[in-house]
């Protein structure tokens, strides 16, 4: 059974521009969350999906978005990329929206904005 | 408002010593809580859940965490900590009608000899 993945490891970009991170969720799993760790701080949620469509949101500016493809995997995309928007970006993937679902995650995406 | 608190920033603990992390949330249910396991560079790992039955619940690693209703906490626990323990742990909450993890800040445990 293959974990979740995550593409790029490491990324650097320049403010202004736009990142796309990748996620490959689990077998057998529907639900992928994204969240944001800044340094020193815990996750914080960025958006779900669930069977193609985003299924909740957390307190992100519309600039992040994000797509969900017929086999579950994942992008978070970052437009006007801002140095608030250097973190580490987990994704997670889960086989359904609530609570209780247990969530999987990768080892995560390192976005430094320069 | 709800939250989910981890009062201890960083722990320093001796090897072979027994290890306590605080969490405690407010929420007006009960929520599913969870701690999670975080090495440098890495992604989160989990180590136990509770949703419900015996408060008591074993986790991975050899560790463990109580709930406690009537304090709003979920407490981590290992007897004798290993010098593999040094890590960033996160106490984190999950609601039924909600579909995201809410975390704490993180408590750092650093593992001296």
């Known amino acids: 059974e293959t974990g979740v993945t995550q593409s790029p490891t490491h990324l650097i970009k320049t403010r202004g521009q736009q990142v796309t991170l990748r996620c490959s969720s689990q077998s057998g799993h529907n639900t992928v969350s994204w969240y944001q760790q800044a340094l020193g701080q815990g996750p914080q949620f960025i958006f779900q999906y669930y069977r193609e469509e985003e299924n909740g949101r957390g307190n992100f500016p519309p600039r992040f978005s994000g797509l969900q493809f017929p086999n579950y995997s994942s992008e978070l995309n970052v437009n006007a990329l801002e140095l608030d928007d250097s973190a580490l970006y987990l994704c997670?993937?889960?086989?359904?929206?609530?609570?209780?679902?247990?969530?999987?995650f990768g080892p995560g995406t390192r976005l430094t904005v320069t | 408002a709800q939250s989910v608190t981890q009062p201890d920033i960083h722990i320093t603990v001796s090897e072979g010593a027994s290890l306590e992390l605080r969490c405690n949330y407010s929420?007006?249910?009960?929520?599913?809580l969870f701690w999670y396991v975080q090495s440098p560079g890495q992604g989160l790992q989990l180590l136990l859940k509770?949703?419900?039955?015996?408060?008591l619940v074993q986790g991975i690693k050899g560790f463990e965490a109580e709930f406690k209703r009537s304090q709003s906490s979920f407490n981590l626990r290992k007897p004798s900590v290993h010098w593999s323990d040094a890590a960033e742990y996160f106490c984190?909450?999950?609601?039924?009608?909600?579909?995201?993890?809410?975390f704490g800040a993180g408590t750092t445990v650093t593992v001296r000899a």
């Open positions: 509770y949703f419900s039955g015996d408060t």
């Open positions: 997670a993937s889960s086989t359904g929206t609530g609570g209780f679902y247990e969530q999987y």
């Open positions: 929420y007006g249910a009960t929520p599913y």
């Open positions: 984190a909450v999950g609601l039924s009608n909600d579909y995201k993890l809410s």
